[in-house]
């Protein structure tokens, strides 16, 4: 029986990969993890499963920074909402990355590939693969303006310009600092990936703020915080229990 690790920090992506991964024969998934922290510390307390599924983006940053922390002595499969272009450019014949939404028989000849290799003496691949997707991240230029629809007429709208980001009944809108609202056509699963995280942060399933319009932080029941934003939204503003280390930690920068 193979042994696998899922690092997901949203719980519906991670729980649809369990479903799939358990679909593709005998498999135990050893645990599940959504922060880049607590894999850090698995790795050092637990023994290495058969294969790892690394979220790029998480919460407290980007997952490559785990191999600058601490052996990751398995190999690993990505997934990521990086355009497919770019993934395709960095693919070598070792493990797979995967594009979200995950397609179960990329899935599938994903999972296959690493069959083959881990029958093989090919190991140095995965460190191989490692060092790319960690050059292809530093190698990546993040989005500095946004092409925005008004009337019958476009407009740019710089990020330096932009207060945060929110979704609402299943639309996505902008709010730049001067508190004019923006439908745009992008999730926040898709912006997150897009955005330089120096600038901007995912503090809920709701929300993406700049650093700039935070304007006060307080502490809140259950564990959480509550944010004073400038323009100020109409609704609260919550950092999710789980996302307030991050969130911290991007601040304290």
């Not at 479903?19 to 698995?42: A, H, Q, T, Y």
């Not at 932080?217 to 991050?246: C, G, K, T």
Request: proline residues 4%; aromatic residues 12%.
């Amino acid at each position: 029986m193979k042994k696998v690790l899922i690092v997901e920090d949203e719980t519906p992506a991670a729980e649809r990969l369990k479903k799939l991964v358990l679909n593709l024969g005998e498999i135990e998934i050893v645990s599940r993890l959504d922060s880049i922290e607590d894999s850090v510390e698995w790795f050092k307390t637990n023994p290495a499963p058969d294969l790892a599924f690394f979220d790029i983006q998480l919460a407290d940053g980007k997952s490559f920074s785990i191999f600058d922390k601490v052996a990751v002595p398995c190999p690993v499969i990505f997934t990521t909402a990086f355009d497919e272009y770019a993934i395709q450019a960095f693919k070598v014949n070792s493990i797979d990355y995967l594009l979200k939404p995950i397609d179960e028989k990329e899935l599938t000849a994903a999972w296959n590939k690493f069959l083959t290799l881990s029958n093989s003496e090919n190991s140095d691949s995965y460190d191989e693969l490692n060092e790319q997707l960690k050059m292809l991240l530093k190698a990546k230029n993040f989005k500095s303006r946004f092409l925005i629809k008004s009337g019958e007429h476009f407009k740019f709208i710089n990020c330096e310009k932009i207060a945060y980001f929110f979704s609402d009944g299943g639309h996505t809108f902008l709010i730049d600092k001067d508190g004019k609202q923006h439908l745009l056509d992008e999730k926040l699963e898709s912006l997150e990936e897009q955005l330089d995280p120096e600038l901007f942060h995912r503090i809920s399933r709701k929300y993406i703020v700049s650093c700039d319009s935070i304007s006060k932080i307080s502490s809140y029941f259950n564990n959480r915080l509550i944010l004073e934003l400038n323009p100020s939204p109409a609704q609260e503003v919550i950092v999710s229990r789980e996302r307030v280390s991050q969130f911290k930690s991007w601040l304290d920068k």
